[in-house]
């Protein structure tokens, strides 16, 4: 495996290199049929759709048979099979990325992380009656674009940009019960000293006493429709300015990564596209 096939960010030492490359090896020595394409190549594959920024798979199939002219490519479908094989491989890397930014995050001094949700619709909402790829998982539920048929994606950044946790959930689950199990999680931030900014939704007088108990700290906007007036500091309305930065992971992963795709036509190939997305923000 070469380095310029998978862009692992320096971060990551070399034991957990080792760890990844065993775990190709593994994949690679499969048994049955010998695919057509090694998992460098298709590493390459992604690499292509990722650096010249292309919108959908068969646009990058095209792509890659006009860069490399003497690969032996499959037809379309078997070489998006053959793509599905990576799934596991990246979302075991999204995590080590993820677990690597949270260990970093721990050793700062001044903890302060942003927290966020944002919609991703499975489909436009005027097809949701006929809709059946996310049939088993998507719901309808109200966000302040309006309403929506999906799912939900949550996001914990700390205050350098960079995302230390991810978690998908169903469209109608509460904002605040995602923050409850983050606060509780002794793997997460129980007992870390965090301070956690975030907007009115997340307001609540149990999750702040939660947050006290776990040894944590949180912040959130008031409702309009709040009738007692507390002071905030200088420092709290300067986090509260700050916590729209996360909205820029949200843009990115819609805009350029092009998380809301619709054309999936599998729980699965949903959910790989996904992926790639967290691993396109991550390695970007």
Request: aromatic share 14%.
């Amino acid at each position: 495996m070469t380095t310029k096939s998978i862009p692992i960010p320096t971060m990551v030492d070399s034991h957990k290199i080792e760890i990844l490359s065993n775990f190709i090896k593994s994949i690679s020595s499969g048994v049955g049929r010998k695919p057509k394409l090694s998992v460098n190549q298709l590493f390459e594959f992604i690499r292509i759709k990722k650096d010249y920024d292309v919108g959908d798979w068969k646009k990058t199939f095209n792509l890659c048979k006009e860069i490399h002219p003497d690969w032996v490519l499959p037809v379309y479908h078997n070489c998006l099979s053959s793509l599905y094989r990576l799934f596991v491989y990246l979302n075991l890397l999204v995590n080590t990325i993820l677990l690597v930014n949270r260990q970093q995050f721990l050793n700062q001094n001044m903890k302060v992380v942003f927290i966020d949700s944002t919609c991703i619709p499975v489909c436009h909402i005027l097809r949701s009656s006929r809709h059946k790829t996310m049939l088993r998982l998507a719901e309808y539920s109200k966000s302040t674009m309006g309403w929506y048929y999906g799912i939900k994606l949550h996001c914990i950044m700390d205050y350098q940009n960079n995302p230390i946790y991810f978690t998908f959930t169903n469209a109608k689950t509460d904002d605040r019960q995602v923050l409850k199990q983050a606060l509780s999680d002794k793997k997460l931030f129980y007992d870390t000293n965090t301070m956690f900014v975030a907007d009115k939704g997340y307001q609540a007088k149990w999750l702040e006493e939660l947050a006290k108990e776990t040894q944590n700290y949180l912040i959130t906007g008031k409702r309009k429709s709040k009738t007692t007036n507390t002071l905030a500091s200088w420092f709290d309305m300067h986090l509260l300015h700050n916590r729209a930065r996360i909205e820029t992971i949200f843009s990115k992963l819609k805009t350029n990564y092009n998380l809301t795709s619709t054309k999936a036509r599998s729980e699965f190939g949903y959910f790989f596209n996904t992926i790639f997305a967290l691993f396109s923000l991550l390695t970007s």
